[in-house]
């Protein structure tokens, strides 16, 4: 494929403002393609690349983003492991966070009535397994073919391959016209139109259904201190938001803010040492370009980061 087809110089998804300043920019080979594994830094490619911020709104996005067509190079398929189990899936979900103190909230458990939910990017479509066993009719959609493959061979049956547009089809399929959830968990960010994408979810929903979104906030700790080493950038994360820009983008789509979660602080404060060590070792490697005797290192291995990420729950208008 030629180069320039990989990606598209674009305009600010919520405000139309082709107007921006440029918050990090990483040159060419910013990771040294001899000593590092780099599908989610540039595809593989060798290309710079650049955060930037609209000037009007304040919405954080890559500027220019790889194309739909190009999203396989930052997406490879070989490296998802096949030998995972039933148990160990469930075992070792880490959706505490989400479904007692989140979910449990808004709806009581044992469920008084039915709810029908949908978690979009769902991988091995844990969460609607572990939703499913709580009485929720339950279903994910997940765009990477072995996800679902190694999903189904597990008896995780409730999930179903294809893009978030898919969902149309699904709920014909399932006879279900409106879910009263609908999670992106690591997703939101992820998407290359998540003003258009999630207004098709949206379509699915009615007054006082909610939408559970988590992803990484800029307003967080690590970024403040990490900046352009922060461990969530990258080409596969196309947007960065902070509570005011998220806001803003569901505003635009008739929903308002119920609940937002933040990490504690507290727990932060407790793993600085080793980040900062973590911080060192990744920036010694990334100066010493000329070491090439190691073996090859994922890019991200030392980037640093907190527990970064923000749950934010919204409630149709
Ligand atoms: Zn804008």
């Not at 001899?34 to 709104?57: A, L, P, R």
Request: aromatic share 14%; charged share 25%; glycine share 4%.
């Amino acid at each position: 494929m030629m180069k320039e087809n990989l990606r598209n110089e674009r305009d600010c998804i919520l405000c139309g403002s082709e107007s921006y300043e440029i918050l990090h920019y990483y040159p060419k080979e910013y990771y040294n393609h001899k000593q590092y594994i780099t599908y989610s830094w540039d595809g593989g490619h060798k290309i710079d690349f650049q955060v930037v911020k609209c000037n009007k709104c304040g919405l954080v996005y890559l500027n220019p983003s790889f194309t739909e067509e190009s999203l396989h190079y930052l997406y490879p398929t070989s490296i998802i492991p096949e030998n995972l189990t039933y148990n160990n899936l469930i075992k070792n979900h880490n959706f505490n966070f989400l479904i007692k103190p989140i979910i449990g909230k808004i709806y009581k458990m044992p469920l008084k009535s039915k709810v029908n939910m949908i978690d979009i990017g769902t991988r091995y479509g844990v969460l609607p397994e572990l939703l499913s066993k709580k009485g929720f009719n339950a279903f994910g959609i997940e765009y990477n073919k072995k996800c679902v493959e190694v999903a189904h061979k597990n008896g995780i049956k409730n999930i179903y391959q294809g893009k978030l547009q898919d969902i149309e089809k699904i709920s014909n399929e399932l006879k279900i016209s409106n879910f009263n959830l609908v999670t992106l968990i690591d997703v939101i960010e992820h998407l290359i139109n998540p003003l258009e994408e999630l207004r098709l979810i949206s379509k699915f929903q009615k007054k006082g259904d909610r939408m559970i979104i988590t992803t990484m906030n800029l307003d967080s700790l690590g970024y403040k201190i990490f900046k352009e080493d922060w461990h969530y950038i990258h080409n596969q994360h196309m947007f960065y938001f902070n509570k005011k820009t998220i806001e803003k983008l569901f505003h635009k789509l008739s929903y308002e803010i119920e609940y937002v979660s933040n990490t504690k602080k507290l727990i932060d404060l407790i793993i600085i040492p080793k980040l900062i060590m973590n911080w060192f070792k990744h920036k010694i490697r990334r100066d010493n370009f000329h070491n090439i005797n190691e073996k090859k290192e994922w890019f991200a291995k030392h980037r640093p980061h907190f527990f970064d990420l923000f749950t934010i729950v919204f409630k149709h208008k």
